[in-house]
């Protein structure tokens, strides 16, 4: 079992930044794809970024990408959502996830699921 717990989240204006964090339990963690997803109201969740164990491969949304970045500390059990130039659009709960496989960019595929963190994006 894994337990993630996001934190990180808030208002910030349009143009502004925030950094998502994840702490995860056991010391198993270094051996998962980390990944970050999101779900406006309304909508299904949807894939943002995702990151392999050892943190050499990354892959990223198409709407995020070149705005967002996604890192590791294995050390910290401890996965990170850089996002910089927000938009309204990315206005959405961020939720974390594990997964035990390879990598993957399907909501289906992940394993384990923090309670997620608000960002509201202002105009």
């Known amino acids: 079992q894994v337990q993630l717990v996001e934190s990180g989240g808030g208002l910030v204006q349009a143009g502004g930044s925030l950094r998502l964090s994840c702490v995860g339990s056991?010391?198993?963690?270094?051996?998962?794809?980390m990944g970050w997803f999101r779900q406006a109201p309304g909508k299904e969740r949807e894939f943002v970024a995702a990151?392999?164990?050892?943190?050499?491969?990354?892959g990223y949304a198409d709407s995020v990408k070149g705005r967002f970045t996604i890192s590791r500390d294995n050390a910290k059990n401890t996965v990170y959502l850089q996002m910089d130039n927000l938009k309204p659009e990315d206005t959405a709960v961020y939720y974390c996830?594990?997964?035990?496989?390879?990598?993957?960019?399907?909501?289906?595929?992940?394993?384990?699921w923090g309670q997620g963190t608000q960002v509201t994006v202002s105009s």
């Open positions: 990151i392999t164990w050892s943190g050499k491969t990354t």
């Open positions: 056991g010391r198993i963690f270094s051996s998962y794809v």
């Open positions: 996830a594990a997964r035990r496989d390879g990598y993957s960019d399907y909501v289906g595929a992940y394993d384990f």
